[in-house]
């Protein structure tokens, strides 16, 4: 059973460009979340989604920064016009809740370094 | 703004004694608790959850849980160089049904061969 992949696992990209980060969930896991991990830092919730719905955007700029998940294929985490304190580890991570399951386990992809030239 | 407080250490302790992490939550809504280890430059990994207040083993590894206190921590027996690491703690808001899940920052664990 393959685990959470994300890609691509090292983006550059200059002032102002695109990036995009793809991430899949594991195989019967249906709920997706977003984390941002700076140098030394912990990880920061950015948003948390099910197939074609955002549940919650709270730790998501207002600004440059989307996700979806769509009904098919992965979920994306798409920022515009990026600037250098992008730069940072994002990682995915996938779950499923079981009926009568009171606990939300969390699988790690590898994450994506983004560099922000 | 709900909270998960971790020393950030780093905290050394020499081959073959017990390590003990701890961490404290602001949301008395939280059910469960997990914690986490990251490798440098690696994504975390879980390694233990709990739920239930009291002590939870699994081979060197202990989850220890007081909800009254709001204090959840992770024993590590035996400690080998191998577990140095950033060990991460998480606690899922009440409030979301479980789903959003706050860390803490880490606690740097060196293991001193």
């Known amino acids: 059973n393959a685990g959470v992949m994300q890609n691509p696992r090292h983006l550059v990209r200059r002032r102002g460009q695109e990036a995009r980060l793809r991430c899949s969930p594991m195989k019967g896991h249906s709920h997706v979340y977003w984390y941002r991990q700076l140098p030394e830092e912990g990880l920061k919730f950015m948003v948390y989604?099910?197939?074609?719905?955002?549940?919650?955007e709270s730790g998501m700029p207002k600004e440059r920064f989307s996700a979806e998940f769509p009904k098919e294929g992965p979920s994306i985490l798409r920022i515009q016009q990026v600037v250098r304190g992008d730069s940072a580890a994002y990682f995915c991570?996938?779950?499923?809740?079981?009926?009568?399951?009171?606990?939300?386990?969390?699988?790690f992809g590898p994450g994506t370094r983004l560099t922000v030239l | 703004q709900k909270e998960v407080e971790q020393n950030s250490g780093p905290l050394s302790v020499p081959e073959g004694a017990i390590a003990s992490l701890n961490c404290t939550y602001s949301?008395?809504?939280?059910?469960?608790f997990f914690w986490y280890r990251q490798y440098s430059g690696k994504s975390p990994e879980l390694i233990m959850f709990i739920y239930s207040n009291g002590d939870k083993e699994d081979g060197r590894f202990t989850a220890q849980l007081n909800k009254a206190s709001q204090y959840v921590s992770l024993l590590i027996r035996d400690s080998q160089p191998s577990d140095s690491a950033t060990y991460l703690c998480?606690?899922?808001?009440?409030?979301?049904?479980?789903?959003?899940?706050?860390f803490g920052a880490g606690t740097r664990l060196f293991v001193k061969a």
């Open positions: 949301d008395r809504g939280s059910q469960s």
């Open positions: 989604l099910q197939k074609e719905n955002i549940i919650d």
């Open positions: 991570a996938s779950s499923q809740r079981l009926a009568g399951q009171s606990y939300n386990e969390q699988f």
């Open positions: 998480a606690a899922p808001q009440g409030d979301t049904g479980g789903f959003k899940t706050i």
